[in-house]
């Protein structure tokens, strides 16, 4: 079966970090762009980060632009998301998943996700 799975998520307090980890199961994850998504209690599912299939190019959501990091090792299969200074806002279910190309493009082979939660 061809899809992500993503850990590193858990509870942390405001100004805290966390590393997120994508690992594709069942296929290569070279030739794809990747992007990260989240998806908070009540709200529709956003756009975090996307990175390209080099690594080259990579872009973010206003929102945690200065404070979220996305990076890859294609040798290894994973995308990360490094979450420095969250903020009780960025408390969501975390996914990643795959397109060809650009960023704009419709994604699939989304995982389960991995709770963030930032408390007071």
């Known amino acids: 079966q061809l899809q992500f799975v993503e850990s590193g998520g858990g509870l942390v307090q405001p100004g805290g970090s966390l590393r997120l980890s994508c690992t594709a199961s069942?296929?290569?994850?070279?030739?794809?762009?990747i992007g990260w998504f989240r998806q908070a209690p009540g709200k529709e599912r956003e756009g975090v980060s996307c990175?390209?299939?080099?690594?080259?190019?990579?872009n973010y959501t206003d929102s945690v632009k200065g404070r979220f990091t996305i990076s890859r090792d294609n040798a290894k299969s994973t995308v990360y998301l490094q979450m420095n200074s969250l903020k009780p806002e960025d408390t969501a279910l975390y996914y990643c998943?795959?397109?060809?190309?650009?960023?704009?493009?419709?994604?699939?082979?989304w995982g389960q996700g991995t709770q963030v939660t930032v408390y007071s």
């Open positions: 998943a795959r397109t060809y190309g650009s960023c704009r493009k419709a994604f699939g082979s």
């Open positions: 069942g296929f290569t994850l070279d030739y794809y762009t």
């Open positions: 990175i390209s299939s080099s690594g080259g190019s990579t």
